[in-house]
């Protein structure tokens, strides 16, 4: 083959292959702006179904509006404020537990009190029969936080009773309920700690007042 020839070819080879590249970039970038406001709308559903899960009742505000960030001990944290009349009643918050398979993502409310109003597990990876009975659809052991608070059971009584504590373990999973019961802990602690600054910030001009960030 002449290397004239051969030369022409690579380079109109290499013209559409670039060609090519630029309109599935195009194609993709039309594609995600078309689809954002979808996605951004369903995760934001996802979310507030989260948060109805863990805070009953009814609320005058909008809750993923309403929201102050502050550190946690495994970085910041975002918690979402439950008003009646201006008065936060509530406060929704994520914690994370560590499983036999790695993190354990859940949800909790509390009411001003620092009463547990629900739990629930967002992402897990545990053992399928074993661990995912952290799961409501799978037992009812996650219901056994409700209504619990620092004090009820006391600090050394919240924890696995396999480690002196209240709570039931599983059958050959220990170490996912203790995971979820030290997170849950945990929370109620934030909460005790922050309890003044998540509820005596004010709304200002229907957004939280701001809220300035421990060193």
């Not at 899960?53 to 975002?78: A, H, M, S, Y």
């Not at 009463?115 to 992402?123: A, D, M, N, S, Y």
């Amino acid at each position: 083959m002449n290397l004239d020839n051969l030369r022409d070819k690579l380079g109109y080879q290499g013209a559409l292959l670039a060609a090519a590249a630029l309109i599935t970039t195009a194609a993709l970038a039309v594609a995600s702006r078309a689809t954002g406001p979808a996605i951004a709308a369903a995760e934001a559903r996802d979310l507030q179904q989260s948060l109805s899960q863990v805070l009953p009742g009814k609320f005058d505000n909008d809750l993923l509006k309403d929201t102050v960030v502050l550190p946690g001990p495994d970085g910041e944290v975002t918690v979402y404020r439950a008003r009646r009349a201006d008065q936060v009643e509530a406060v929704v918050f994520q914690v994370v537990g560590h499983g036999y398979a790695g993190r354990i993502v859940c949800m909790m409310g509390v009411d001003k009190d620092g009463h547990i109003l629900g739990v629930r597990v967002l992402k897990h990876a545990e053992t399928p029969g074993l661990g995912d009975k952290i799961e409501p659809a799978k037992s009812d052991w996650i219901h056994a936080f409700t209504g619990k608070y620092l004090g009820d059971p006391v600090a050394e009584k919240f924890a696995v009773k396999k480690d002196g504590g209240v709570f039931d373990q599983f059958a050959g999973a220990t170490i996912t309920p203790r995971g979820v019961v030290k997170a849950v802990k945990g929370g109620l602690a934030f909460f005790a700690k922050e309890k003044s600054r998540l509820l005596d910030t004010p709304m200002i001009a229907g957004k939280p007042a701001p809220t300035e960030k421990q060193p």
